[in-house]
T-cell receptor
């Protein structure tokens, strides 16, 4: 069974540009989660999508947005990039809201975004 | 106060040693608890869930004390391959959001 896949692996952008990160969940999973891991700050929750809808959002500005497609894959968009957005962006997936999910999530290998 | 706090580390131990990590959480509504391990520049990987009765997986033992809002991880007979950062993770309520500690770095030396 394929795990969570993310692309690209690395992304270099200049300040002010937009970045688009992609995530494909494990087959059968309808929920997708995005996390940011900046140096020295630990993992921070960004977004949760399920069945195409945003279910929860972390404390990030509106320039962090995303969407989930009918096949449950997801995109994270970061507009007006700032140097502090440089981080590892991780995606995880799980079964949807109607399913008991008291287990840890499996993460993709992440996209390392560097803003210069 | 951080929602999830861990031992500052780093821990440097010889092979074969027993090492314990502690973690405290502030939200009494926390429902689920996990330990993840993260190797340098890689994604975190689930090590084990933590259950109220305590649970063991080989050389790893996790304990939960809900009254004290405290979680621990014990690693026995440390191996060189155990060198990593260990992250304490808490899930609060049903909003699916994981709250992460900053991690404790472990270096097992030959």
């Amino acid at each position: 069974e394929a795990g969570v896949t993310q692309s690209p692996t690395h992304l270099i952008k200049t300040r002010g540009q937009q970045a688009t990160l992609r995530c494909s969940p494990i087959s059968g999973h309808t929920s997708v989660y995005w996390y940011q891991q900046a140096l020295g700050l630990g993992l921070q929750f960004l977004l949760w999508y399920d069945e195409g809808e945003e279910r929860n959002r972390g404390n990030f500005p509106p320039r962090f947005s995303g969407r989930q497609f009918p096949n449950y894959s997801s995109e994270l968009n970061v507009n007006a990039l700032e140097l502090e957005d440089s981080a590892l962006y991780l995606c995880a997936s799980s079964p949807g809201t109607g399913v008991f999910t008291d287990y840890g999530y499996t993460f993709g290998s992440g996209t390392r975004l560097t803003v210069v | 106060r951080k929602e999830v706090e861990q031992d500052p580390g780093p821990f440097n131990v010889p092979e074969g040693a027993t090492v314990a990590f502690n973690c405290t959480y502030s939200n009494s509504a926390s429902q689920s608890f996990f330990w993840y391990r993260q190797d340098c520049r890689k994604e975190p990987k689930l090590l084990m869930s933590v259950y109220s009765s305590g649970n063991e997986d080989g050389r790893f033992t996790a304990q939960l004390n809900r009254a004290s809002q405290y979680i621990s991880l014990l690693i026995r007979d440390s191996k060189l391959s155990d060198s990593a950062t260990y992250l304490c993770v808490v899930k609060v309520g049903n909003n699916r959001k994981l709250i992460w500690g900053l991690g404790t770095s472990l270096a097992v030396n030959p």
